[in-house]
T-cell receptor
Framework: DQQVKQNSPSLSVQEGRISILNCDYTNSMFDYFLWYKKYPAEGPTFLIS?????DKNEDGRFTVFLNKSAKHLSLHIVPSQPGDSAVYFC?????????????FGGGTRVLVKP | NAGVTQTPKFQVLKTGQSMTLQCAQD?????MYWYRQDPGMGLRLIYYSASEGTTDKGEVPNGYNVSRLNKREFSLRLESAAPSQTSVYFC????????????FGSGTRLTVV
């Protein structure tokens, strides 16, 4: 049973518009959330994170929103650029989890059209 | 360049063969991890090492063994490869603290025929 789910396997958006990626989790012990970006033939790279004590974190064009009551988070990319075309993974961890293990969602492939 | 180095990048094995995937990091990280990536399944944790000298099972450990050789190196061994182990394998490392993420290697694409 997947504890972190990304229900949209793919997303296509026009350059300059907003990309919204969604992620849901089931484990109420999760209290730290991260987004990773992955290009083909490369490893995932850290993009942005948020602690459960916050409901929003912003870094340039990227904003992550957290709704703890709904166990839902989203990543907004504004404006979307062709270089944003990649697979995005949502991940979660729990402070009591040994070894700081991250649980990942299935990923969302984003295609930004020029 | 600092980071996580995985070898080999590609490998084809026959069913029943064995092999070891190597991983080394030069960031003085305490924790190291092995994940596999399969379509639609995201990244699933195989084994991890929270610190030098310790290893623990993750979500999908069956068919694999690991060795934390020293603080820098963490290897993954397939003793008898099966087609179900065809996947892309990623090694990662981190400080092992709750509010830090990981640094990933570039992956090993393994095909078992």
């Amino acid at each position: 049973d997947q504890q972190v789910k990304q229900n949209s396997p793919s997303l296509s958006v026009q350059e300059g518009r907003i990309s919204i990626l969604n992620c849901d989790y089931t484990n109420s012990m999760f209290d730290y959330f991260l987004w990773y970006k992955k290009y083909p033939a490369e490893g995932p790279t850290f993009l942005i994170s948020i602690s459960s004590i916050k409901d929003k974190n912003e870094d340039g064009r990227f904003t992550v929103f957290l709704n703890k009551s709904a166990k839902h988070l989203s990543l907004h990319i504004v404006p979307s650029q062709p270089g944003d075309s990649a697979v995005y993974f949502c991940a979660a961890s729990a402070i009591k989890a040994a070894g700081n293990k991250l649980t990942f969602g299935g990923g969302t492939r984003v295609l930004v059209k020029p | 360049n600092a980071g996580v180095t995985q070898t080999p990048k590609f490998q084809v094995l026959k069913t029943g063969q064995s092999m070891t995937l190597q991983c080394a990091q030069d960031m003085n990280h305490n924790s190291m991890y092995w994940y596999r990536q399969d379509p639609g399944m995201g990244l699933r944790l195989i084994y991890y090492s929270a610190s030098e000298g310790t290893t623990d099972k993750g979500e999908v450990p069956n068919g694999y063994n690991v060795s934390r050789l020293n603080k820098r190196e963490f290897s993954l061994r397939l003793e008898s490869a099966a087609p179900s182990q065809t996947s892309v394998y990623f090694c990662a490392s981190g400080y092992g603290q709750h509010n830090y993420g990981y640094t990933f290697g570039s992956g090993t694409r393994l095909t078992v025929v």
